[in-house]
């Protein structure tokens, strides 16, 4: 009996092995079919115009906050010296009244974006407050490093375990839909924070762009946002800013103001 | 003692929250099957939230009469100026639970599981608890509807979910009335919400959406964001019992603030040199260029957010119709025995057992036949009594018929009525072919008065504090609310079902009725309410337990019933204070003393308009001219 049990599991066991070595070989792109590009493999249409809803941390955002206000940012010793010691008529001096429009501040300021394809693996994303760009390539990394919007690279990202099902056609269906991954490097030094709250240059940021059709109603785009900085944050940064969906008309593009 | 007496409050919490909700029970119908709903998304395991958007309001907690980027409208703005947050100092706010989209951004942690049917694997709900508050939401998954308008309302409501994309997108309804921030902004027991749960990783974002035509111009909009931790928070009992906070207070006070008179309303702009009402306009505040937007407005342009813009018609209820209006009775089962029907123009009530039914209330009459049927449906046994809260036609419409439809087998036979028992009786109708109608005794007057049938005129009646019957097993009494909606109005109570019919002293579609040609008073409706708040307990965190059926409107606990005696005392406190400065009538009434409640219960046409109530208020408030 123990014989048969035994051969039985070896049986299982290969035609398990055959059949996940036959499934990882279907499927794919057909032969000579051009690999498909993020505009192609785009999850949802992520385009057009968006305003964000400023709903929280409303104070911080709409107005400047004074200096040393930093309630729920959790930033370390050194950061609060820096946050300390903030002269807006210093960063207008040095020519640098955009350092709170920096990647890492500027999906929270009071702003539109408008999101369009630069060509069929980048995407752009433009606000019209402080009049911004960034760059989201898929597949390799942009280029602005050391700039105020950095070095991003994005990829689209879907629930998915680590590893496939050992058992072919029982590891559950694929999920449709996701999230447009940015992540993004090597920013200059800016602001989280209008009234100089800071983030380094080391700063990582992680974006999960999630767009969310409420039935019957809005577009909205949340962003999820990671920003780990060894710096000057003691824990990883999160927020989670979001916009609806709107026309064109209402596009104001402004100039960077430290104040 | 406390931990024996939290623990039973988490039994009862996770027990109530089913029945408190309402739903039907879980069934794998090919219709659940159906629901288009893509692969699950795990939200299972504990979650802590970050504060690092709104963290002073989440935690320390939120500054007085900062409502900015909140798309309030005038009622909202009025309601949240007028709040005092000395209010959550009454009993009954005490331990006020916190509302679905406060909860979730509440401080604590949360815990979320799945229920699947053990046979077949389906998912039947996503359980989510909070710590605190105790709050337990059960998101159901199995396709089943959401409840009739008619159904009670709680603090975490009826969630329905299904799978989108990579969201989980919860649709929420039948809210308690509540806070979106702690500082007193306001959510209607009319808001929906919409839920997206997504997942990235170990870190969870919620997105809320809530849509509420009471208070708000536009849906709110926020995101809350959790970190997956590995090990139990433990701690998840949050015990609440209230108590005397503030001793020897008047029975009849709620703190608030008169339109206008916010002592603090400076405060928030003050300390951050911002102009005076920047956080009160409403949508405006939630879009980009607002700072540019209001850099121009004079202090006398904010003074005048803190009172209702004179001049304009009052607005009206934007609530959800809860008749259903559609030619038929509607059972809601209560507790026990003890059912409420709907859609006659009054709610019924209806006690069954292995004696007579016992009905309260009688409907408008217009669908007797059918309240008839369904009584018929649930009880083998005739209608014996009728109970009348008040005379109104839509308490006393169906008197005739429904009492000719029933018998009181208690009085043919007796010792003391052998033959001819209308005649030895007393009572307007053989008891042999008719129910017995009882109401205070000043109901049979006016009905009479107005030369109602003999047969819908109770016909056994009381004088003075209660009337008390054992019925079916329960303990029933009526008791008299002198000078409340009329002067021969009565509440009824049956004790062990733990239920209270109110009558149109709770009307959660309108002001209440205060007819003072027929002896109504707004000193007397509030001593109504609070007299029904007396007598109510709640079950956990301020809901359920004692049921309160009101005249028109949703089941109530006593959570409606102090929100509705609140904005009795408050409008009445505003109108005596108009008074006392002198004002007429025309100038109470321009002054739109109700503009933070006419979204929820105004009227400007039909048999009560919002004049009508400020109108009744005022007459019953202003003292009489002297005479010679």
């Given at each position: 009996m123990k014989l048969v049990g035994a051969g039985a599991a070896t049986a299982v066991v290969t035609t398990l092995t055959l059949a996940t070595l036959s499934a990882q070989g279907r499927g794919g792109a057909p032969p000579n079919a051009p690999p498909p590009t993020a505009r192609t493999a785009a999850?949802?249409?992520?385009?057009g115009y968006w305003v964000s809803l400023v709903t929280e941390d409303w104070r911080y955002r709409q107005f400047t906050p004074a200096t040393g206000d930093y309630v729920a940012v959790p930033v370390n010793p050194q950061g609060k010296k820096v946050a300390d010691s903030w002269d807006p008529a210093k960063d207008e001096a040095a020519g640098e009244q955009c350092k709170a429009y920096g990647a890492a501040g500027l999906m929270r300021m009071p702003t539109r974006l408008h999101i369009t394809w630069q060509d069929d693996n980048t995407l752009k994303l433009e606000t019209d407050a402080g009049t911004q760009t960034r760059t989201f390539p898929f597949g390799k990394t942009s280029g602005?490093?050391?700039?105020?919007q950095g070095t991003s690279l994005a990829s689209w990202d879907q629930p998915r375990a680590i590893f496939a099902s050992p058992i072919p056609n029982r590891g559950g269906p694929q999920v449709r839909g996701g999230s447009l991954k940015v992540v993004t490097t090597n920013m200059k030094p800016g602001y989280l924070r209008k009234n100089g709250v800071p983030y380094s240059v080391n700063a990582v940021m992680t974006e999960y762009f999630d767009r969310l059709d409420v039935p019957g109603g809005e577009s909205l785009l949340v962003v999820t946002t990671e920003i780990v900085d060894p710096e000057y944050l003691t824990t990883p940064y999160w927020t989670s800013p979001h916009f609806k969906r709107v026309e064109a008309n209402g596009w104001h593009p402004t100039t960077c103001t430290a104040r | 003692m406390k931990s024996l007496r939290a623990l039973l409050c988490v039994c009862i919490a996770a027990t109530g929250a089913t029945l408190l909700a309402q739903g039907q029970p879980a069934t794998a119908s090919a219709s659940a099957a159906d629901v288009p709903s893509g692969p699950a998304i795990d939200i299972s395991g504990y979650w802590t939230p970050t504060m690092n958007e709104d963290g002073m309001e989440r935690g320390p907690g939120s500054e007085l009469h900062d409502y900015g980027g909140f798309p309030l409208n005038e009622a909202g703005r009025l309601w949240a100026l007028s709040y005092?947050?000395?209010?959550?100092?009454?009993r009954h706010h005490q331990c006020d639970a916190y509302v679905t989209p406060y909860q979730m951004r509440a401080t604590g942690n949360f815990r979320a599981w799945e229920e699947r049917d053990p046979h077949n694997q389906r998912l039947v709900a996503i359980h989510w608890w909070a710590q605190v508050t105790e709050g337990h939401r059960v998101i159901w998954m199995d396709g089943r509807p959401h409840p009739p308008a008619w159904a009670p309302h709680t603090f975490r409501g009826f969630s329905t979910g299904k799978y989108v994309g990579n969201a989980l997108v919860v649709t929420t309804t039948h809210l308690k009335q509540g806070w979106l921030r702690r500082n007193g902004t306001p959510e209607s027991d009319q808001a929906t919400v919409t839920e997206f749960f997504v997942r990235h990783g170990d870190h969870l974002t919620n997105t809320t959406v809530v849509s509420d035509p009471v208070f708000l111009t536009e849906p709110m909009v926020r995101s809350n964001d959790y970190y997956r931790a590995p090990v139990d928070h433990g701690t998840w009992l949050y015990a609440c019992d209230d108590s005397e906070q503030i001793v020897g207070r008047a029975p009849d006070v709620v703190p608030h603030y008169d339109f206008g008179k916010q002592p603090y309303a400076r405060e928030y702009s003050e300390r951050h040199k911002l102009p005076l009402g920047v956080a009160w306009t409403g949508a405006p505040s939630m879009y980009p260029g607002y700072a540019d937007t209001v850099k121009n407005m004079t202090d006398a342009q904010w003074v005048a957010l803190l009172s209702p813009t004179p001049g304009r018609p009052n607005e009206t209820s934007k609530a959800v119709d809860p008749e259903p209006r559609d030619g038929e009775i509607h059972v809601l089962p209560i507790r026990e025995n003890v059912y409420m029907l709907v859609g006659d123009g009054g709610n019924i009530v209806v006690q069954t057992g292995d004696q007579g039914a016992f009905v309260v209330d009688s409907g408008t009459g217009r669908l007797s036949e059918k309240v008839i049927a369904a009584i018929a449906k649930l009880s083998e046994r005739p209608i014996q009594f009728i109970a009348n809260t008040s005379f109104l036609p839509d308490r006393t419409g169906g008197n005739a018929n429904l009492g000719a439809a029933g018998m009181d087998p208690s009085l043919p036979g007796s010792f003391f009525v052998n033959s001819a028992p209308r005649a030895v009786t007393g009572l307007f109708a053989d008891p042999l072919r008719h129910a017995t109608i009882i109401a205070h005794n000043n109901v049979t007057n006016r009905m009479q008065d107005a030369k109602a049938a003999d047969d819908a005129v109770p016909g056994d009646t009381y004088l003075e504090e209660r009337r008390r019957k054992s019925h079916n097993g329960d303990s029933i009494e009526l008791f008299y609310e002198p000078s409340a909606v009329t002067d021969g109005d009565s509440i009824v109570f049956f004790r062990r079902a733990d239920v209270i019919v109110a009558g149109n002293i709770v009307d959660l579609t309108r002001y209440p009725i205060i007819d003072a040609k027929n002896g109504g008073s707004v000193d007397g409706e509030i001593k109504a309410l609070n007299d029904i708040l007396n007598r109510t307990n709640y079950e956990h965190e301020g809901e359920g337990g004692t049921y309160v059926v009101p005249g028109h409107g949703f089941l109530a606990d006593e959570h409606e019933v102090v929100e509705y005696r609140d904005m009795v005392v408050i409008v009445r406190d505003r109108v005596k204070a108009m008074i006392a400065a002198g004002a007429t009538l025309a100038q109470v009434k321009a002054a739109r003393l109700t503009a933070d409640y006419d979204t929820r219960y105004g009227a400007n046409t039909g048999p009560w308009t919002t004049d009508m109530f400020v109108e009744a208020v005022y007459n019953s408030l202003k003292p009489a001219p002297k005479t010679n």
């Open positions: 999850l949802f249409d992520i385009t602005g490093a050391g700039t105020l | 005092d947050p000395s209010r959550v100092t009454l």
